[in-house]
C-alpha cells in the first residue's frame, strides 16, 4: 500500500488558513467587546464614586454645622443645599469653595429632612439621593442606579 | 517503503494508517513532522479560551465593585451615626452620678467597659439601609488609661479626681437578607477616644470650709472664720460675722479652691468664646455650665438669666444686675472671681454660690442693693460699711452639702483619636 503523506515543504491549504483567520477573528472581536466591557465597568465605577460623595457632601457638612445647622437648612437657608428639590450641581461649591470634577453636572440631587426624637434625643434623618441627570449619556442613564445615603444628626448636649 | 499487511493483521494496519500522517518519507529515513496548522490553531485556541476565561472572570467581579463601595458605604455612614449617639450618651450620662457609664468612668479602673445603650437608633437605624437589608449594630464604652496624678506628676487634692480616655466602640455589621439565611455584605468599626476628667466641685478640704456653710470670710483682720446655715435663711450683719461665727485655725493660702488648672474644662475665653461655646448664650439668656469654666476677663450679667447644668465659672470679677434662676432644683452654679469682687446691682434671686478669693486676700461681695443669694458666700473679707447700709439675704441650697454632686465626670468635646476598620466580605450564616 502506498502511504500519502507530507511533505515538509508543501506549506498549508488555504482552507486552513481560512479556518485560522476566522478563529483570530473571532477571539480578537471578543477580546475587544472585553476592552469595551472593561472600560465601561471603570466608568461606571468611577461614576458611582462621585455619586456616592456628592451624596455624602451634604450629609459631612450638615454634621459640621450641627443640629442648628440643620434648622437652617430646613428653612433652604443654604442655597447649595436646598431641601425636598431636585437641584443641578456645580462645578464648584460656593458654600465651601471647594472644587468638584466635572462629571458632577451629570448629576443631580435631592435633599430630604425629617425630624424625629427618641426619648430625650432630638435629631434629623437626613436622607440624599443623587442620580444622572435625564441630559446625561444613554450609557449612564441606562447602567446607574440612584445612590442613596442616610444618616441621623443630633442635638448635642 | 512499501508493507505489506498480512490479513490477520488488519488491525495492526488500521493503527498504522492513523499515524501514517505524522510520518513522512525522506531519503535518509523516517522523520516527525511538527504537525497541522489547523491542530496548531486548535491548540491556541484552547489556551487563549482558558485565558480569556479568566480575564472574564476577572471583570465580572469587577463589574460588582460599585455594589460593595454602596454596601461600604452605607455600613460606613450607619457606624458614624450611630458612634455619635453613643458619643452623646456618654456625655448624658456622665453626667448623671447615678448612670451605669458614670460608675464606670467615676471607678476608672483601665480596661472595663459596659455597652451604651442606644433608643434612637434602635428605633431609627432601619432607616439608615436600604429595604431587603439588614444591620447588627453595638457601641461600647472603655476606660484606657486613668491616671489620678496631675500632669507634673503630683496628686490631686481629692483621691478620686484624675483624668482619662473613654473609648467608644461601633460596630456595624450589614447583611442582605435571603431565605433562611443571609450573608455579611459589609461590616465596619469605628473607634473614637475622647478624654475625660473626674473633678471635684466642692472641694472643701480640711484646710478651708465646705460649701454648705452660709459665709465664710477668710481675713477679718483676725482669724478666718464661718457663718453656719442655722436655718435654711439667713439675714447677715457684720456683727453676725464678729459674734455668731466659728473661728477656723488652718484656713492657709495655699487652699484656695480650683487651683488644679489641669482639671479645668475650659480655660482662658473671653466673652465672645464663652457666648459661641455656648456657657452664657446671650441670645436664650442661658447659662450653661458643666465642670469648671475659666474666663480669662470680667463677666458682666446684665438682664435676667437661666441657670442651666452644673458647674463654676471663674472669671476676673463679676458684676450681677438681674435674676439667675436655676433651671431645675439639681443644678447650680457657683461663680468664683479670682482677681477683683463680686458687684451685684439687683435684689432680684440669685442662685448661686459666690467666691470672691485672691493672691491679695482683697475679695469681696459688694452688695448694691439688698442682695438675696441662694448658695453661699465665700470670701477674702467683708465691709462692714457696706453690710451696715444693705442685707444680705442667704437661702441655704442643699445641693452644696450634698455629695453625689461633689465629683462631676467631664467629657471631652474632642476626638482626640479614631480609627476606622472596614471589612467586605460575603459569608453566610
Known sequence: MRIATKKLGDGFAFSEILIAILLFGLISLYLMQLFNFSNQGTMLVYYQHIAEKLAEEPIEFLRGTGYEGIIACEQNKFPEYKVDIWHSLADSNELTADDRPDAVSLFERKISLSPTVAEDTRGYLVRVVVRPVSTSSSFLQKRMEEVTCSAFILERP | ?429
Open chain 2, 1 to 429: 517503503m512499501l508493507i505489506k499487511a498480512r490479513p490477520e493483521s488488519r488491525l495492526f494496519l488500521l493503527r498504522m494508517q492513523s499515524h501514517v500522517d505524522s510520518i513522512s518519507m525522506t531519503p535518509t529515513g523516517l522523520r516527525r513532522t511538527s504537525g497541522s496548522l489547523m491542530s496548531l490553531m486548535l491548540f491556541a485556541a484552547g489556551i487563549l479560551s482558558i485565558f480569556l476565561l479568566g480575564y472574564f472572570r476577572f471583570f465580572q467581579e469587577s463589574a460588582n465593585i460599585d455594589k460593595r463601595l454602596q454596601h461600604q458605604q452605607i455600613a460606613r455612614q450607619a457606624a458614624i451615626s450611630i458612634n455619635e449617639e453613643a458619643l452623646i450618651r456618654l456625655k448624658r450620662e456622665a453626667f448623671s452620678p447615678e448612670s451605669r457609664i458614670a460608675a464606670l468612668l467615676f471607678n476608672a479602673v483601665s480596661g472595663t467597659e459596659c455597652d451604651i445603650q442606644l433608643p434612637f437608633s434602635s428605633k431609627y437605624a432601619g432607616q439608615l439601609i436600604p429595604q431587603g437589608y439588614s444591620c447588627e449594630y453595638e457601641s461600647k464604652v472603655k476606660v484606657i488609661g486613668f491616671t489620678r496624678l496631675s500632669p507634673d506628676g503630683k496628686p490631686y487634692a481629692s483621691k478620686k479626681e484624675g483624668h482619662g480616655i473613654a473609648a467608644i466602640t461601633s460596630t456595624v455589621v450589614l447583611r442582605k437578607d435571603r431565605e433562611e439565611k443571609s450573608s455579611v455584605l459589609a461590616s465596619y468599626k469605628l473607634e473614637t477616644h475622647l478624654d475625660y476628667l473626674v473633678l471635684s466641685v466642692f472641694p472643701g478640704t480640711s484646710e478651708h470650709p465646705a460649701f454648705d456653710k452660709a459665709l465664710s470670710v477668710r481675713n477679718t483682720g483676725g482669724k478666718p472664720r464661718i457663718i453656719p446655715f442655722v436655718t435654711n435663711r439667713l439675714q447677715l450683719s457684720f456683727n453676725d460675722l464678729q459674734n455668731n461665727s466659728n473661728v477656723i485655725e488652718n484656713w492657709g493660702d495655699s487652699s484656695l479652691p480650683y487651683q488644679e488648672h489641669s482639671l479645668w474644662t475650659a480655660k482662658n475665653l473671653d466673652p465672645a468664646a464663652l457666648n459661641n461655646a455656648g456657657f452664657i448664650d446671650h441670645e436664650k439668656r442661658h447659662i450653661n455650665l458643666r465642670g469648671i469654666v475659666h474666663c480669662q476677663e470680667d463677666i458682666k450679667l446684665h438682664g435676667n438669666w437661666e441657670m442651666r447644668g452644673r458647674g463654676v465659672l471663674i472669671a476676673d470679677s463679676f458684676e450681677i444686675s438681674g435674676a439667675v434662676i436655676k433651671a431645675e432644683s439639681k443644678d447650680f452654679a457657683i461663680f468664683y472671681a479670682r482677681h477683683g469682687n463680686i458687684v451685684i446691682n439687683t435684689d432680684l434671686q440669685i442662685h448661686a454660690g459666690l467666691i470672691a478669693m485672691n493672691d491679695k486676700r482683697s475679695g469681696t461681695v459688694l452688695p448694691g442693693k439688698n442682695a438675696d443669694i441662694h448658695g453661699f458666700i465665700m470670701v477674702d473679707r467683708i465691709s462692714p460699711d457696706i453690710l451696715a447700709e444693705k442685707s444680705l439675704d442667704l437661702t441655704q441650697n442643699p445641693i452644696f452639702g450634698d455629695k453625689s454632686y461633689d465629683h462631676q465626670i467631664i467629657v471631652g468635646d474632642w476626638i482626640n483619636f479614631i480609627s476606622q476598620t472596614r471589612q467586605a466580605d460575603a459569608h453566610s450564616n
